[in-house]
């Protein structure tokens, strides 16, 4: 079984500061992927960034980047420069299981950007 | 291109009444989905198709049911309509699996009183 755990129900920021949000995860698979998504209040689910287990170099885009611990099992997303427009919810994902993959959310973070 | 649409964006049903929620892509994508949203778990997978005329289960099925006849459509029926299936549903397509991109519909909230 694989599992997605976000520790932090909600987290905060003033705008232009920077913010880490923590996910760590488990499977039993050497190949698998990860990712970010943001769920802002018009509902829709968007990618933020995707990560290879196999990519030692962490993905980065635009403002967001992530520390990919694949020791630890961790997998952190950094927002440089918080924009009012980051406030969301924000869904850590793995997508792990051989040759049929399947995709498990964590509970998410409810990210909320200060003026 | 549309993306993922879905149709109703809200419902209100009746217990024991019946609904199909409506999913259609234009992507040409192989993979549809259809995912449940509940306050604070995030997105439990209800069932999955990777081409038309395939389907399977995923982690919460019961109560549902779902058909893939064309690539552009995965509808999700509801049968007899309990109020342990009021969430938010979201159709997601992607080309070859969940290992990338997924592609969202807008979701539907709906209320099974």
């Known amino acids: 079984a694989q599992t997605v755990t976000q520790s932090q129900p909600e987290m905060s920021v003033q705008e232009a500061e920077t913010v880490t949000l923590s996910c760590t995860y488990d499977?039993?698979?050497?190949?698998?992927?990860l990712f970010w998504y943001k769920q802002p209040p018009s509902r829709q689910m968007i990618l933020v960034i995707r990560?290879?287990?196999?990519?030692?170099q962490n993905a980065t885009e635009n403002r967001f980047s992530v520390n990919f611990q694949k020791a630890a099992k961790s997998f952190s997303l950094k927002i440089s420069d918080s924009q009012l427009g980051d406030t969301a919810m924000y869904f850590c994902a793995l997508a792990s299981g051989g040759s049929n993959y399947k995709l498990t959310f964590g509970k998410g973070t409810l990210l909320t950007v200060n003026p | 291109n549309a993306g993922v649409t879905q149709t109703p964006k809200f419902r209100i049903l009746k217990i024991g009444q019946s609904m199909t929620l409506q999913c259609a892509q234009d992507m040409n994508h192989n993979y549809m989905y259809w995912y449940r949203q509940d306050p604070g778990m995030g997105l439990k997978l209800i069932y999955y198709?990777?081409?038309?005329?395939?389907?399977d289960k995923g982690e919460v099925p019961n109560g549902y049911n779902v058909s893939r006849s064309t690539t552009e459509d995965f509808p999700l029926r509801l049968e007899l309509a309990a109020p342990s299936q009021t969430s938010v549903y979201f159709c997601?397509?992607?080309?070859?699996?969940?290992?990338?991109?997924?592609?969202f519909g807008s979701g539907t909230q709906l209320s099974v009183l």
């Open positions: 990560q290879e287990a196999y990519k030692q």
């Open positions: 198709s990777v081409g038309a005329g395939i389907t």
């Open positions: 499977t039993s698979e050497n190949n698998y992927y």
């Open positions: 997601a397509s992607s080309y070859q699996g969940p290992n990338e991109k997924l592609f």
